[in-house]
């Protein structure tokens, strides 16, 4: 079992900014892929962003991509989603997850089935 506790959510004006993070308990955290997902209210959970277990594959979605940045350190055990520049339509619940397959494709990193394990999610909300 692997336990992910996010933080760093919480009320920020348009054009601010805000890191996120996930910090990872139970099993080997350079075992596993992280990703991150959001949820609006009445919305699907959307991806945000994925890192690799070495921290060399990235993959951002197109909404987020040049203001997000996802990031871990392994010797933490913690992942981070730095957010810039945000927007009112970023308002939503953040939430990461983390994959104990390699397999770093648009596919699979994308898709919430591919998680095998989920936070409880942080509130981020952007007044404009």
């Known amino acids: 079992q692997v336990q992910l506790v996010e933080s760093g959510g919480g009320l920020v004006q348009a054009g601010g900014s805000l890191r996120l993070s996930c910090a990872a308990s139970g099993r080997t955290f350079s075992n596993y892929l992280m990703g991150w997902f959001r949820q609006a209210p009445g919305k699907e959970r959307d991806f945000v962003a994925a890192?690799?277990?070495?921290?060399?594959?990235?993959y951002y979605a197109d909404s987020v991509k040049s203001r997000f940045t996802i990031s871990r350190d392994n010797a933490k055990n913690t992942s981070y989603l730095q957010m810039n520049s945000l927007k009112p339509e970023d308002t939503a619940v953040y939430y990461c997850a983390a994959s104990g397959s390699p397999l770093f494709t648009i596919a699979t990193i994308t898709s919430t089935h591919y998680y095998d394990y989920w936070g409880q999610g942080t509130q981020v909300t952007v007044s404009s």
């Open positions: 890192i690799g277990r070495s921290g060399s594959n990235i």
